[in-house]
């Protein structure tokens, strides 16, 4: 946790200058107003300055866990609760399940005024904050839900491997792993986050023949097409590709609409979204992971 800390708070310092130039470049003079550079500029420092702070009170908490002992006084914790459960559901695996849970609400205690920071002050001030109170309750409630559930099948996998795997734990602790990403792989945009977001084909016309033709073009063929509710939540403009065995989603911010006026135009934001697909950079990253 320090050294990945450390390299990212060197990343950081380092935007934080050129943030602080606010001088727009050469290149950009033409295309992008000063007044809107400046803007620009001004929120990415303010999120630079919040990633500065919440990070550096995330690494104090880890430290402060370690040093108090939070872990065996909430394994003890844990033991209490399975112990008023009947015998038949206490084991040990029960215990650890209970511990994942108490470890995540004493995480999700501690970042709760940064999320809400985050959503309510800092979004807001730049005008890109639609999310409503109950949206951002219900959000936490179901990702906490969602969170929980998955939890079981990971400790089971994990408890299963070490019990079964003998001197190669390590390996059968990587297989269970990799096979419980693939099938996040396969739930999340499926089954998770219809749960968060409302996703509608996009309609027949010149726009979605254009998509089709420029996923066909650089071999991302048959991909079903959606317009995400993201201004439930935000303002911002995004859009993403996703594959995975044979399941391809194109997927736009109904915010870029907004935003972006023109088939072109759009066209060129999905083209660096399906560039990332091309050069195998999720790939990359998810191999990097595992």
Known sequence: SALWYALETYAALRQRRRYSNGKIPAQLREHVPQE????????????????????????????????YGMYPTLWKVSGDLVNRWPQTAQSEMAQSIVLLWLL??????????????????LEERFGFNRQTWKTFVADMVKGTIVEYLLMIPVVY???????????????????????????????????????????????????????????EK??????????????????????????FLGLRRIVIFDTLFE??????????????????????????LLAISQ
Not at 48 to 67: D, G, K, P, W, Y
Not at 274 to 282: P, Q
């Open 36 to 67: 809107k550079f400046s803007k620009a500029n001004e929120y990415g420092k303010a999120k630079n300055t919040f990633s500065l702070v919440s990070e550096t009170a995330m690494l104090m908490f880890t430290f402060a866990t370690l040093v």
């Open 104 to 121: 995540s609400a004493v995480r999700k205690v501690f970042t709760l005024p940064f999320s809400i920071y985050s959503a309510f002050v």
């Open 157 to 215: 996998g994990v408890m299963k491997a070490l019990e079964w795997g003998g001197e190669l734990f390590w390996l059968a602790v990587y297989l269970v792993f990799a096979g419980l990403t693939a099938c996040l792989l396969v739930l999340f945009p499926t089954v998770i986050q219809p749960l968060f977001n409302k996703f509608t084909a996009l309609e027949q016309g010149d726009l979605r023949n254009e998509i089709e033709a420029l996923a």
């Open 218 to 243: 650089w071999a991302f063929p048959r991909a079903k097409i959606f317009v995400m509710d993201g201004s439930r939540r935000s303002s911002h403009g995004n859009a993403y590709f996703y594959g």
């Open 259 to 284: 935003q972006i006026k023109g088939t072109q135009n759009i066209l060129a934001v999905l083209a660096h979204e399906l560039g990332h697909y091309c050069l195998w950079h999720n790939a990359k």
